[in-house]
């Protein structure tokens, strides 16, 4: 496993200080335009340097991604790029050649972890267009999985694994889904559900062919459309999870919507285009949905101070998801 490039940083610099000092490490000039994107893990900048190409500057929140791990989710990326050029952005090295670039700090602030991508051109696909891209991405993400089962992984390759105990079991990564739920009736409603989703997930089960390396968050915010291609960006929560969670990120925030069955279905074919999966894998497409809104209500309680989580309050998200899991605990509660 190859070191990052380490540079010492005096002082305590806001993240926009430590940005700029990040792009001087590329060889970027020392007048480039930041723009940051919305705030929901980690500090991501569009960096533009007069009249080249944009890119796109990370910066991993500290204390959260490993360098281990965050040179395995670059790994996976190369590979894929290396098969499908157009899939993935690039990963753009320092100067002196390091796809990863280690900031230290002053403690108790720590290192801060950068690497910058190339810029994808395109854009999140329209809400009134989904029926048109989902059974792209439904082949998109049958390629993903195909690749991941038959890549030979680094034998340093770390990534999380989100399964029931570290979703919604005792050992969250984003902490326990009731952080961020303060209405009692909602709380026990959310309970009920957890405990169905739970059950059926362990009868469900996670061997081969059901579980493996997976994008993770494949919301419409990461994927970007430009004529007939589609991008699949920020990897940053890949890992090992079951192959149909990935479908209900792309659903994420849009589970309510009156076609939802048929967006489904669309993403099924389109997947079934590339690679098979079960009756009884498709059965359990509900338990998916039903376990990634739980998710990402953990979401909301331990990164309260992003804008994402802000709206999630706003929009009543945990009310949302209290009326979402009627139909599905009526079946299976």
Known sequence: MVEPERVAVAGEPGMDELARVACGRYGLPDEVDL???????????????????????????????????ILSELAWMGAIRADAESLVPAVISTARGSQVLELTREAPAGPCYCVLFSCVPGREPAEDELAAWFPRLGAITARLHRHARSWARPSWFRRPRWDLRTTIGDRPHWGPWQSSVTDASERAQLARLADVVTGRLREFGD????????????????????????TVIDFEDCGLSWYLYDLACALTFNEARADVRELIALWVDGYRAVEPLAA??????????MLRRLMLTAYAGLRHDTELAA???????NAQTCAIAEPYLSRFG
């Open 280 to 289: 009884e894998d498709e059965a359990e497409i509900d338990t998916f949905l």
């Open 207 to 230: 061997r081969d062919g059901r579980f493996g390396l997976v994008h993770a968050d494949l919301r419409l915010a990461n994927l970007l459309v430009d004529g007939d291609r589609i």
């Open 311 to 317: 709206q999630m309050r706003a929009d009543g998200y």
């Open 35 to 69: 723009q940051l994107y919305p705030l929901t893990e980690n500090w991501t900048y569009r960096v533009q340097a007069g009249p080249a190409d944009p890119v796109v500057l990370r910066i991993y929140r500290p204390g959260g991604r490993s360098h281990a791990e």
